[in-house]
Structures are given as structure tokens and as C-alpha cells.
């Protein structure tokens, strides 16, 4: 299993960036998918994450209204379209790809990780 992410880079506040993360390896399996970023100094945190069905998502509260969460099934992709990007937003954003259907939150139950791409975003 790979978890491949780009469209991370430097940007000015307020804003865009469109994250990808590729998966492979996960062919007939159904999964659900996570966002989770790093920042300096800090502890890993869930950012979104979504079912395999897409029915059902999650937001972080710092993330919510700005950041919207999707994916493709026939590509094996998921998104994160980020808008009104902030200082606070940087970040290493890792993708993840967990072995059960659900918008799964506890980073633990994630079994698979990218290996992360970086965003920076300055004032």
C-alpha cells in the first residue's frame, strides 16, 4: 500500500491549495480516508477525514467552513481543497487511509500514511 500526497507549497494568507493523495495497493478494498497535519513543535491532529462512501465527513473546528474534504473512488484519490488559508494553517499535511469504511477521527486507527507534503502559508 502507497499513500503518495501533493499540491502542498508556500502561499500568501487567504489563500488556496488543493491537496491530492494518490493511493495504491488498496484495489477492491473499502476504506475510509483521513487528513492529518504536524506543525513544528506540535502533536500530529486529524484535520478531516471522509467514508468510503463520501457520506459522511469530519472537520477539525479550526478547519471548518474553509476546508473541504472529497475523494474519488475510480481514481483512488482524495482532496483537500483549502481556502482562506491562515499562518496558523502550516504544516506538514499527511494523508491516511485506514482498513474500515468510516470518517474515522483517532489517528491510531489509521493504518496507512503518505509521507506528508508541506504547506506554508505566510503572513
Known amino acids: 500500500v502507497q499513500l503518495v500526497e501533493s499540491g502542498g507549497g508556500l502561499v500568501q494568507a487567504g489563500g488556496s491549495l488543493r491537496l491530492s493523495c494518490a493511493a495504491s495497493?488498496?484495489?477492491?478494498?473499502?476504506?475510509?480516508m483521513g487528513w492529518f497535519r504536524q506543525a513544528p513543535g506540535k502533536e500530529r491532529e486529524v484535520v478531516s477525514s471522509?467514508?468510503?462512501?463520501?457520506?459522511?465527513?469530519f472537520y477539525a473546528n479550526a478547519v471548518k467552513g474553509r476546508f473541504t474534504i472529497s475523494r474519488d473512488n475510480a481514481k483512488n484519490t482524495m482532496y483537500l481543497e483549502m481556502n482562506g488559508l491562515k499562518p496558523e494553517d502550516t504544516a506538514v499535511y499527511y494523508c491516511?487511509?485506514?482498513?474500515?469504511?468510516?470518517?474515522?477521527?483517532?489517528?491510531?486507527?489509521?493504518?496507512?500514511w503518505g509521507r506528508g507534503t508541506q504547506v506554508t502559508v505566510s503572513s
Open positions: 491516511a487511509a485506514s482498513e474500515d469504511p468510516w470518517a474515522t477521527v483517532a489517528s491510531w486507527k489509521y493504518a496507512y
Open positions: 495497493g488498496l484495489t477492491g478494498s473499502t476504506y475510509g
Open positions: 471522509i467514508s468510503w462512501s463520501s457520506t459522511d465527513t
